[in-house]
């Protein structure tokens, strides 16, 4: 059953029904065109990840700022922003089952879209797929590139890899998928660039192995919010795949930039509204934001602007708060915004964004793409 | 917008779409079967936890069994039991906000329905909603017994607010909630039985010091799966909470029993079913599981039935797992059942429950009442 809305537009703040998930649409935009702006100032193209926001409506904000399309995680996501009227779609991720590549290699009739591999016999199923459909369906080689998780290694197998494509009729090589996930979270800008620095070298290579079998890269794709400067700036990486810089959740905030400074110029613009349902006990409140309404896979929320008050426990349906000796202690019933510790799977929790501009609520938009299915 | 179900009826397990949210029907009617004769030997009754599983239909499948109702946490919780037929309900939590009490309140004329306070102020806020509605609303004091959450102190505030509720004209004394959720997890049986020791005492001079007022318990409610036994035959609680007992999770299997072996009475009966993506690097497998699947606040899913498969890291959509030396790699396209770190949570990533005996699918169940939403 979906949700109803916690929130009319035109309503104020104080009065969303909690716990809500908010877009501070002023913070939200900023953080839009600060994007834009880096990337024309870099020469790159924006091909915003999708699984952060899960909405088409997000999606084409991104789009109509310069971004080349969307990146999703999976299938079904694919299909959402297809639905939603999104015309170029990568899937940086393996889809393997029968009944997801069928899903799949139908969106080739709405949309430009691609999608990874790492393993010859998940080639010949999306070409057989593909045949079957009379379709043709553009193939990414993913490569790992530090973050050891999927892709095959940089170099000869990739090669391999993407002759396998280009001999099936109904595929084409696409070029290369090269994220280094493990490097984002990286806390100092040395150590990112040191790891990154590892994945443009193998990137690099592959190409040009690429290159002597007569095979060229239309995409090579990469980065995140964590590292995107510096592959947006190695000359290798044509397509930058950040996702969170829309929200910049707290754990992205924990990262430091070139001059040691905590990363600061995205702005939070994502939010959890939760209420005070209990102060009983003296230096603790509760707020009805627990485990369902926020992750806490990389840290508890972080309250926002209530010096002295910590979020400091989650259960269900609870999280407490530590007031600090000396702070007045919201009161049952105060709202409270709340910083997310990861945007993406706090985002995945909700049925509605409620976008907020000067106190009040000015739009209502559907997680679209909210949901565990793949 | 709502998932279609990851499966049909009739379809073998191997044919179910992934990530998909699996009952074992056997199990589980067995959890259901020895809990219902658990508390027939205690002479308690059974008020089941909803949070746990979100769905009325489970909901009445305890009820068959001879549970009096079920607990909730939140209006959400409370409204989708009621609207599916479940007649007593008990709101084992505060509610706070002039919308959520209006549902609450509005629910008392299609259900029997009760609430817990931990502050004079809400319980003026529920008399003056239930008057106006010309509702009578039950209404349970919370009292902190060692969580250090929700709920008063026990003793005089307890009955100073007891007091305060019966001064409503339409609001009535319903008892007492007491609720240690920080026993719970405390994985030796004397620990828990310790703590549990003091949650009974102040509850039993609770009631005392209630009765000397002239005011009697209709409702004496607490306990989990980690600690029942103990409440259920301490002659004080009236109503067990117990939840997580009817999937049992992989946390809850790390307590230990009054024997010291660990507890094993209740049986695994909710997966998560992955499939293997990719398996490009040696040693490691990657499933289709991470963030977005299965929650990670009580630790990573454990590997069901496939020794030297460990699951070791999570990410939005994948989740990594580590082959011991000597083991054979899981292929790409091979399902896998996963054992979920914490029930709840897990549950409410998804829409649907797909309930599977003796490897085929048997039913589909929507996991009604699932959201961030209070």
């Not at 553009?138 to 280009?166: K, T």
């Not at 950040?242 to 702005?267: C, H, K």
């Not at 896979?297 to 407490?320: F, I, K, L, M, N």
Request: with cysteine; aromatic share 6%; proline share 4%.
């Amino acid at each position: 059953m979906l949700q109803p809305p916690p929130a009319r537009v035109g309503m104020s703040e104080s009065e969303i029904d909690t716990p809500a998930l908010l877009i501070d649409l002023d913070a939200f935009e900023a953080n839009l065109d600060l994007m834009a702006g880096l990337m024309a100032q870099h020469g790159t193209k924006l091909r915003a990840h999708a699984k952060t926001h899960k909405s088409p409506v997000i999606a084409h904000r991104q789009i109509a700022r310069g971004a080349v399309g969307q990146c999703v995680q999976k299938v079904a996501e694919a299909e959402i922003l297809a639905w939603g009227g999104v015309q170029d779609i990568l899937i940086s991720n393996e889809v393997v089952g029968a009944d997801k590549i069928a899903r799949l290699v139908a969106l080739t009739k709405i949309c430009r879209i691609a999608v990874c591999v790492d393993d010859a016999g998940q080639v010949d199923a999306l070409g057989a797929t593909a045949a079957a459909a009379g379709a043709e369906l553009r193939v990414l080689v993913e490569i790992d590139v530090g973050a050891g998780r999927c892709g095959v290694s940089p170099g000869p197998a990739a090669v391999e890899l993407a002759q396998r494509i280009e001999a099936h009729q109904h595929l084409r090589f696409g070029g290369l998928q090269a994220y280094h996930g493990g490097a984002q979270h990286l806390r100092s800008f040395a150590e990112r660039q040191a790891a990154i620095g590892g994945a443009i070298d193998a990137t690099r290579r592959t190409i040009e192995q690429l290159r002597q079998v007569g095979l060229s890269c239309e995409i090579v794709g990469g980065a995140g919010t964590g590292s995107f400067d510096i592959e947006a700036t190695s000359g290798v990486f044509t397509e930058i795949q950040a996702g969170s810089y829309v929200f910049m959740d707290a754990d992205y905030a924990r990262n430091f930039d070139q001059s040691g400074a905590p990363v600061s110029r995205f702005q939070h613009a994502l939010f959890v509204l939760g209420t005070v349902m209990s102060a009983a006990q003296p230096g603790v409140a509760v707020l009805d934001v627990g485990h369902k309404a926020a992750s806490v896979d990389s840290g508890y929320p972080t309250v926002w602007q209530r010096p002295g008050v910590t979020y400091v426990g989650a259960s269900d349906e609870h999280g407490s708060l530590k007031i600090a000796e000396g702070v007045a202690s919201p009161a049952i019933g105060d709202k409270l915004r709340l910083v997310p510790g990861h945007c993406d799977p706090t985002v995945d929790r909700y049925d509605w964004y409620v976008g907020v501009r000067g106190g009040r609520v000015e739009c209502l938009w559907p997680v679209a793409a909210r949901g565990g299915m793949f």
